[in-house]
């Protein structure tokens, strides 16, 4: 702080602001801070105890063979879910890549998919084959069924729907359950939901999995769905698990059958996991997953201080600052289009990368309107990294997440407070 009032623009009592939200966060910060320390413990100690090598960081080439590096990685990720067993891969394109190979890998023709967190993700669409988007490729055009239960109004799963669906249609194969609020007002998922879910799942039949799509909720607690009974975790990792460090790819934790199904799915059936090569080496993945617990802390750190500072000047934010949180997103409430911009351009101008890029809206396939989208990344499209998006529309919300480090989500809300015209708010401080 000492150094952006040297030299920059920004007002003293805005800094001087940002000091007193921290101050009035610090509790909140500390209980992150506990599960930061929790969480580095067990990254830690799942290192030491899958033996990683200098030599586990090389690439290798062609089939990739008895690739170590890949082998280890798979270990490693395995020990920090308290999974039987996983795979980590460069090769997976994205999140959506991810979800597609293990729903395809655990569903057959006549069986159906049941979600109990209402529609999942969008980009999701495409691959249930829902509504209009009869995708070609998709689970629909393959028989495959799909049905969703609502969170009902307080954002809570209904158990006994689920219960009741399953005992009713014999069909249902996998229950499925998207953790992070993803760009729904609805809350996150917490782990101790999810064992009531199992819990449940149990008393009515043993042979249906339980998926769940973790993006953005690795390292937010102490435990992971896995350790909830979760059959088979997936999530990406330029997102939370790859520290900002890993540059592309997707992970799968979970049971031994589970994860088989889905190597024979992600390369060709009777190979499995057994090939895979990747020139460039491990070494990012490895640090990165190292890494995630520390940066997901800073992320969720960012998130409740954002909240704080937006809801003091008057706006919703959602999760409040101070509510219980299993995902790193940040819903921002603003009061106009001329505000959302402000607030995404001041997330651009803040950032190591781009920061003179100026975001405008733009028509993206899928959306029914504008998005304005500041990505200011090191990782293109990392949303680990600090990052803000917002359809151009009531009621004018803008999602933010991630962070690297906390002095640029400082930036990002000092300039956010000057784009948007709120310093003389600030001062009524
Ligand atoms: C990011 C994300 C995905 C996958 O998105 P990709 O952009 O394909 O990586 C799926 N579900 C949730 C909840 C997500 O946040």
Redesign the pocket.
Known sequence: MEYLRKHTDIKNRTLQFLDEAEEAVRGIWGEIERIRRYNSFKTLCAFRESGVANRHFFGTTGYGYSDEGREKLGEVFARIFRAEDAIVSPLVS????A?SIALFALLRPGDVMLSITGRP?D?LTGVIGLGEAHTHGSLSEFGIGYEEIPLDDSGAIQIERMMERLHKNPAIKIVYL?R?R?YEMRPAIPIAEMEKVHAAIQRESSDVLFVV?N??GEFTERQEPTEAGADLIIG?LI?NPGGGIAPTGAYFAGRKGAIARTGERMTCAGIGTEIGSYLAGYLPYFQGIYLAPNVTATALQGAVLSAYVFETLGYGAYPRYDAFRTDITQAIHLHSEAELLALVRAVQAASPIDSNVTPYPWDMPGYDAQVVMAAGNFIQGGSIELSADAPIKEPYVAYMQGGLTMEQVKLALALAIQGMELEDRVAGE
């Open positions: 994205s999140g959506t890549h979800l993700y980009t998207q992070s993803g799509d993006c953005y990406s997102k």
